[in-house]
């Protein structure tokens, strides 16, 4: 299957993967309705992490594991794997444990700490490329057919 | 192939599916002495305080068994295993042959004898959906509570009966509570945020007797002579594995089943996995029961792909545990109580008036353990960390930062976990 793959060397240290993330993920899909207006504001499920004042950064994101440790920690059934493979999470089903965000290796589980309720990427599935990877100036996302541990 | 599971919870799940992706066709046939599907049984206490409703606690999309084309007979108590004939015996004296048994039992819960238990009517244990129901259809006859053990299911229980107004006290033969998974501090700031939360916790004492009449209670009576007033009792000591029908089945039997690293017992054929089994631990090679969710799915994982004829390496139970108390988010993992000594290094970071605590275990360079208090975030980076073995020394200091990342991890490591040239492409 198709998964995000991060370029370190590519990445500027811009968030502009984060924003993409939280708008496509809004209710508006409108990045300052998302940010400024909206009750919750989505939580990115890209992480960029920065260094010396960004002289090292990178995107961080979910690898939808072939055996995902997120779903063998979690004690509501709310992760479970689609038929293509996506790693899904349910957040009608999450309670809200952290059992996932114990046990994923990639850090790549957050916490919305408005709703209680964990967050992962899901691969944009009203899109033909995550919006992470379209947003992305300088093409330090691809999104490619890998396999995955 | 005719395959036959034993239980119906996180282990036989995961088992189901590792047999499935060797063997597509092989009969598998699930007994539980339950009445209901798989449910997060973790979920029991979320139940009884109100925070989760019924139609939430089925772990599993319904068509999970027709899929997965499992024959699934609910209701179904299993008394013995008789090894020789291959098929087990049923409560009803009906008997199911296999070819390949899994043992997913759990753990049944622990009720030492207590003067003046019997005839009470309202002692209960806390570990099944029923439980939690019949405690919560008692609710408007319950007014005070206590809670023998102070374990992570007591508190659990303990907060479900908080949530629905319930008077509380936990009653611990140890110094603190959550003594197996939680250092001394964590147990600490725990403890203060219940009590803040008007549950009574009281350590280093036990209850020796239960008072009333007939079969109502009106208090219990401790070893200190303290007696506390209530009309509910539940007995949180701890569970042990669930293996009595193995008597007469040679299968071995120490604290748990005793499993080999496929999860194969003494008994060829016969498979133990989750909370009944005993397994090799991460760290030591010991074999322990390890009553840890993602790791029962692991071990069934295991035993699935074993059982249907391929193979998988147990990679050894590492305990772990993510519990929210009272809004507080708690993760430990690993060896979290170090003994005193050089043989570790411990690094702590503390803000306990915000109940935030940070805690890593270091020995030779490796990462051994981690507690976080609040501040749970990436906990996940530990484990996998902890997993692969990875050296920290050099970048230790960097454990306790709270945006601690894979940024502070030497390039080769984060290239391969998310480059495209990584061990990803």
Redesign the interface.
């Known amino acids: 299957m198709k ?1 995000i ?4 060397d590519a990445c500027i240290g811009c968030h502009l993967c984060e924003v993409a993330c939280i708008t496509e993920h809004s209710r508006s899909k409108d990045p300052v309705r998302a940010f400024l207006h909206e009750k919750v504001r989505p939580i990115s499920r890209c ?1 960029v ?3 010396d004042g960004g002289v ?3 995107s ?2 979910c ?1 939808h594991c072939d ?1 995902p ?2 779903l ?2 979690c ?3 709310a992760i ?1 794997k689609d038929g293509q493979g996506v790693v899904r999470m349910d957040t ?2 999450c ?13 790549a ?3 919305n700490l408005k709703a209680k309720k964990a967050n992962k990427c899901d691969l944009c599935p009203d899109r033909e490329n995550p919006a992470c990877v379209d947003a992305c100036p300088n093409r330090a996302l ?1 999104y ?1 057919e ?4 | 192939m005719n395959y036959v599971i034993i239980g119906n919870s996180v282990a036989a799940i ?1 088992a189901i599916r590792g047999i499935r992706k060797v063997d597509g066709e092989g009969h598998i046939t699930v007994l539980s002495r339950e009445n209901h599907t798989a449910y ?4 029991i206490s ?1 139940l009884l305080g109100g ?2 409703e019924e139609k ?1 606690m ?4 319904a068509d999970f068994y027709e899929k997965n084309k499992v024959n699934l007979l609910l209701g179904s108590e299993v008394v013995a295993v008789e090894s020789p004939a291959s098929r087990v015996k049923l409560a009803s004296g009906e008997t199911i042959p296999y070819d390949k048994l899994l043992i997913a039992t759990g753990g049944d819960p622990f009720v030492p004898p207590i003067e003046g238990m019997a005839g009470k009517e309202k002692v209960f244990t806390f570990t099944t959906w029923d439980d939690a129901a019949k405690l919560k259809g008692l609710a408007k006859d319950i007014n005070r509570v206590v809670v023998i053990g102070g374990g992570l299911i007591g508190l659990k229980a303990a907060e479900g009966l908080n949530q629905i107004d319930k008077q509380v006290t936990i009653v611990e033969l140890a110094d603190r509570i959550l003594s197996a998974a939680f250092d001394r501090t964590a147990g600490r700031i725990v403890a203060k945020k219940m009590k803040a939360n008007g549950i009574e916790v009281l350590t280093e004492d036990t209850v020796v007797r239960i008072d009333g009449e007939g079969s109502e209670i009106t208090g219990v009576t401790l070893k200190s002579g303290d007696f506390i007033p209530c009309d509910t009792v539940i007995v949180a000591i701890g569970v042990r594995p669930a293996a009595s029908f193995l008597k007469g089945s040679g299968v071995e039997v120490n604290r748990g089943v005793v499993v080999a690293d496929n999860m194969e017992t003494t008994v060829p054929g016969i498979f133990a996995a989750g909370d009944v089994a005993e397994a090799r631990d991460f760290f030591s090679g010991n074999k322990n029961p390890m009553p840890i ?2 790791d029962a ?2 071990q069934g ?1 295991v035993a699935g792909i074993t059982m249907a004829g391929s193979s998988q390496e147990y990679i050894g139970g590492l305990a ?5 108390l009272f809004k507080v ?1 708690t ?1 430990s ?1 690993g060896i979290t109580n170090p003994e005193a000594g050089d043989r570790y290094e411990v690094l702590t970071y503390q803000d306990l008036e915000n109940y935030q605590y940070r805690k890593i275990v270091l020995e030779n360079g490796l990462l051994v353990g981690a507690v976080m208090v609040s501040n ?6 530990f ?3 902890i ?2 073995k990875v050296a920290v020394a050099p970048f230790k200091e960097h454990l306790l930062a709270p945006d601690f ?4 991890l030497p ?1 080769e490591i ?2 391969t ?4 040239q ?4």
Request: aromatic share 10%; net charge positive; with cysteine.
């Open positions: 998964r793959y991060s370029i370190e992480t992490e920065e260094k090292v950064s990178f961080t994101n690898r055996e440790d997120c063998r920690a004690i509501s059934g479970q009608e089903q309670i809200g444990c952290w059992s996932c965000v114990m046990a994923c290796p990639y850090g589980v957050q916490r691809v490619k890998g396999s995955q541990k | 995961g997060g049984r973790p979920l979320y925070m989760v939430r089925p772990y599993l999309p969710w993602p799915y692991i994982d772990m545990n993510s519990i929210e988010p993760i993992m749970v975030d990436r906990a996940g980076i484990a996998g960390l997993r692969d990342g894979f940024v502070h390039r984060r290239s976990l998310f480059a495209p990584g061990k990803a492409a």
